[in-house]
């Protein structure tokens, strides 16, 4: 319903209300329709809670598995398989637990009486009571408690940037408006979540609850949950494992049969060969350097709400900002003076002395921002109170301070610049000076306030009282600016150095936001920026051509962010920041939402990190973590994939040219569920590498291993079974079967180990990266160790089928299996470097810092 298209007796008279509110009975049976004045949001069931962690096609992979080992009575690999994915989902519930826990503690309900007519009396009752057709008086610094229409307002003006992202007060009016406005120019409506910052109202409520605006953003979080573009490629290249294993099963048991083995043993054989080609230990490690890059970004001040979150902002291409509380303090400030003569010192004295001097909590942020400056400045406050305060009066656009200075009485006034000047008296060269220094101003994107004073033989009560013969004295202008976060250019462009896009999304002007986005580094043109309003003309397609090389994006409702959003989703992994209720709908919209912990609670519930410090710098910090764990998940990845396919093929190519089995499948299991688990999330531990935020993001839709690693895979694989069947068959022919098959099990192990190290950069060489410690890395090496020399002299030989052997020929493989695939591995990686040019980049990065050093000095 356009209640503000309607006079105030329509809207009455469509509510069912008088001026005199509400009967107390009435007001009961509308409370039972409407339902109480809280918003509710809708959250997950429960029975989606419990299935999300196996809602992948990895762990229906493992269910399979699971199920297969218990038909054939597998039951020790049942088992195993079991208390991965138990683990796995266990890990996600106790830290959705933990974080949901955090975010109880975060909530703080504020309660709020607000004064309503009921039965024509003035009562006070809580904000929670209220419904459509309540009468409600609110005055200077109260919060309002839902969507209203205007019907008597005195000198009102409100702070809406919860709900707009304006931080500059609204004057709101009475009178009807014709035509379809958008909320910011809604001036005759209070809504819900805003501020009176100074004046007072009668206003009858139109919506409550999840009706009212700021309800309405609450159903755009709602999680419409989906999986994160890291775990969509994952489970890419899960569903192709899948396919290429199917079919070498099918190979394998083929040629098993043709080999002359029983049919219960190839079944037996082709379960255990397919099991160990899929990297089972994955979810668990994924699940643990996720809980625990989450635990380093708490320590940040980061609340990661969801493990996906933290690995999607790793990849993300773009970030789409809004600019108040989030780049900016919400928080105006002084940033330049004039005064025709250059006489600051009396400017500056004007200026506090038409300054509000209330010491409420929603004072007016000019007013704010005039005590700061003179604070700053040790200009001290007037010792005496004025005789009287003058709110802001709508027809002349001015507020001030009406002063009893002995049989006279001077009026400070301060306001709108082209109105003050009509009223001074200037001559029309003045008039010409001044005007140039105030286009002089705007153009730099500062909302300018002029100041001005007059001596009064009598006192006024109000503005009107005014004599136009009563000419003011002009004193000058102040040009304010909300002023930017310390460490948001750094920030800005620590992103784009990464290569990530950096958006503004803003309700302010053009030339504002204009030069706010050059100030923060953001755009070197108005070609870059935006006009929001020209969205409504636009179809999608013309929009999609325009938005790519758009920077700064003004006159912004929450409708055009979530549109800007979903295009920019087609071409880009996004993460939209914000902290008001108009940043809701962007917020859920995107790939990763982050909300500031100072900011609106339906703005909390919506994102998927919070910044409880409201430091923009953390967005980076957090892509940084997300970078290191993106590129750990791959290097697990490649790891698994490369010694799992190296064992398939040993196998394979043993049926193959005619040889016995190498391993026997205890042996297999022993390998996958041991020795991988101990080196696979020590290897998801590495710290970042030199270049993890020197290099642009992937494109979103590139798969997670690329080509040139791929062929770091085959080449690792065919490594491993052409060394285990060739130190096989010599062993074999040598010393017998059971003699070879210790020998190669104990060499496939020490290929897994020389591979485990080599990976631990997909680039930097072995000696550079032995200078990075990682702690986990090398105890996890030692249990891999210490395991095997358990199987091969202790009482786990005899279940592992392992016979003695001479420390010798173990000693003598053990050099070869641990060199050959470090250096060949290290040639790869030597070939990339010059494909890739990495060597530049960490010759440039050297360069940059011998400059920075020289510039510091």
């Known amino acids: ?202 206003a009858v409520i139109v919506a ?23 775990q969509q490629k994952i489970d890419k290249l899960v569903s192709q494992i899948i396919a290429v294993v199917g079919a070498v099963a099918l190979i394998a048991f083929g040629l098993s049969l043709m080999r002359g083995m029983d049919i219960v043993d190839s079944l037996q054989f082709v379960i255990a060969l397919s099991v160990s080609a899929v990297p089972e230990s994955l979810p668990v490690a994924i699940s643990v350097i996720l809980v625990l890059g989450m635990r380093r970004m708490a320590a940040k001040k980061a609340l990661v709400r969801g493990m996906r979150a933290i690995e999607t902002i790793g990849v993300i291409t773009t970030i789409a900002t809004d600019k108040t509380g989030t780049l900016t303090k919400n928080q ?150 909300d002023v930017l976060r310390p460490e948001a250019k750094r920030a800005i462009s620590a992103a784009l150095r990464a290569g990530v896009t950096v958006r503004m999304i803003t309700g302010d002007h053009f ?43 003004s006159r912004v409702i929450p409708e055009h962010k979530y549109r800007i959003l979903a295009l920019l989703k087609k071409h880009n992994i996004t993460a939209m920041t914000g902290d008001g209720v108009n940043d809701v709908p962007a917020l859920a919209n995107a790939h990763v939402g982050v ?49 799992n396919t190296g064992e398939v093929l040993t196998t394979l190519g043993a049926l193959v040219v005619g040889l016995p089995v190498p391993l026997v499948p205890v042996q297999i299991l022993w390998v996958n569920l041991v020795t991988d688990t101990s080196m696979v999330i020590p290897l998801g531990l590495e710290p970042g590498e030199i270049y993890n935020m020197r290099r642009k993001p992937n494109k979103p839709n590139a798969p997670i291993i690329g080509k040139f690693l791929i062929s770091r895979i085959v080449l690792v694989a065919l490594t491993m079974s052409t060394l285990t069947l060739g130190i096989y068959a010599i062993y074999d022919h040598l010393y017998g079967n059971e003699y070879g098959r210790t020998i190669a099990f104990s060499a496939l192990l020490g290929m897994q180990w020389a591979n485990a190290i080599a990976m631990r950069s997909d680039f930097e060489s072995i000696l550079k990266r032995l200078r990075v410690w990682n702690g986990k890395f090398y105890a996890g090496l030692t249990i891999a160790v210490t395991l095997q ?22 000693v003598i493989t053990g050099v070869i299996a641990f060199t050959v695939p470090i250096t060949l591995i290290e040639t790869h990686k030597y070939i990339g470097r010059r494909f890739f040019g990495r060597e530049v980049l960490e010759k440039h990065e050297r360069v940059r810092g011998k400059l920075a050093k020289i510039n510091s000095l």
């Not at 309503?116 to 109260?142: A, N």
């Not at 009509?422 to 730099?444: F, I, M, P, S, Y």
């Not at 279940?799 to 003695?804: A, G, P, R």
Request: charged share 20%.
């Open 208 to 230: 409550t609850a999840n009706e009212t605006e700021f309800g309405q953003l609450a159903a755009l979080t709602k999680n419409t949950s989906s999986e994160s573009p890291v």
């Open 789 to 810: 020399l358990l199987a091969l002299f202790g009482p786990l030989g005899g279940i592992l089928h392992v016979s003695s052997v001479a420390i010798g020929d173990l």
């Open 1 to 202: 319903m356009l209640y503000y298209t309607k006079s105030v007796h329509q809207t009455l008279k469509e509510l069912q209300s008088s001026e005199h509110g509400l009967a107390v009975s009435e007001a009961e049976e509308r409370l039972r329709i409407h339902g109480l004045n809280v918003i509710r949001v809708t959250g997950d069931p429960l029975w989606r809670k419990l299935i999300e962690p196996f809602a992948n096609v990895f762990m229906l992979v493992l269910f399979i598995a699971a199920v297969i080992s218990l038909l054939h009575n597998a039951f020790l690999d049942a088992g195993i398989i079991i208390v991965i994915m138990t683990t796995s989902a266990v890990i996600y519930y106790f830290q959705r637990f933990s974080t949901e826990r955090i975010l109880r503690a975060l909530r703080k309900h504020e309660a709020q009486n607000v004064e309503v007519l009921r039965d024509e009396k003035l009562v006070e009752i809580d904000s929670s009571l209220l419904v459509p057709g309540d009468i409600i008086t609110l005055r200077e610094g109260e919060k309002i408690p839902a969507d209203a229409r205007i019907i008597a307002a005195q000198s009102l003006r409100v702070d809406e940037s919860q709900l707009t992202g304006e931080s500059v007060p609204i004057n709101k009016y009475t009178d009807a408006i014709s035509g379809e406005k958008e909320v910011y120019e809604q001036s005759n409506m209070l809504f819900q979540g805003s501020f009176i910052v100074s004046g007072e109202a009668n």
């Open 332 to 481: 105006l400030t002084i940033q330049e003076i004039w005064h025709p003569q250059n006489a600051h010192a009396h400017l500056s004295r004007i200026l506090l002395f038409a300054t509000n001097q209330s010491n409420h909590k929603y004072r007016d942020p000019l007013d704010t921002a005039f005590m700061l400056y003179a604070d700053e400045k040790h200009i001290h406050a007037p010792s005496q109170q004025p005789l009287l305060s003058l709110p802001f009066d709508q027809a002349t656009a001015m507020s001030g301070n009406l002063w009893h200075n002995g049989g006279e009485y001077d009026l400070m006034v301060k306001g709108a610049p082209e109105h003050i000047l009509l009223r001074c008296d200037l001559t029309e060269g003045e008039h010409e000076k001044a005007t140039v220094q105030l286009h002089k101003l705007t153009g730099n994107g500062y909302r300018v306030i002029a100041l001005a004073h007059t001596s009064l033989k009598k006192p006024i009560a109000k503005f009107e009282d005014l004599h136009k013969k009563d000419k003011l004295t002009f004193d000058g202008f102040v040009a304010v600016a």
């Open 595 to 643: 909300a500031m912990g100072s900011g609106a609670q339906i703005a909390k519930d919506a994102g998927d990190i919070i910044l409880i410090d409201d430091n923009f710098k953390s967005i980076v910090d957090a892509m940084h973590e997300g970078r290191t764990i993106f590129a750990n998940i791959r290097r697990m990845l490649i790891y698994l994939l490369a010694t």
């Open 511 to 553: 030339e504002t936001a204009y030069h706010i986005g050059r100030q923060l580094g953001m755009v070197h043109s108005r070609e870059q920026v935006f006009d929001a309003r020209h969205m409504n003309v636009m179809s999608d397609e013309e929009l999609d051509k325009v938005i790519g090389n758009i920077r700064v994006f």
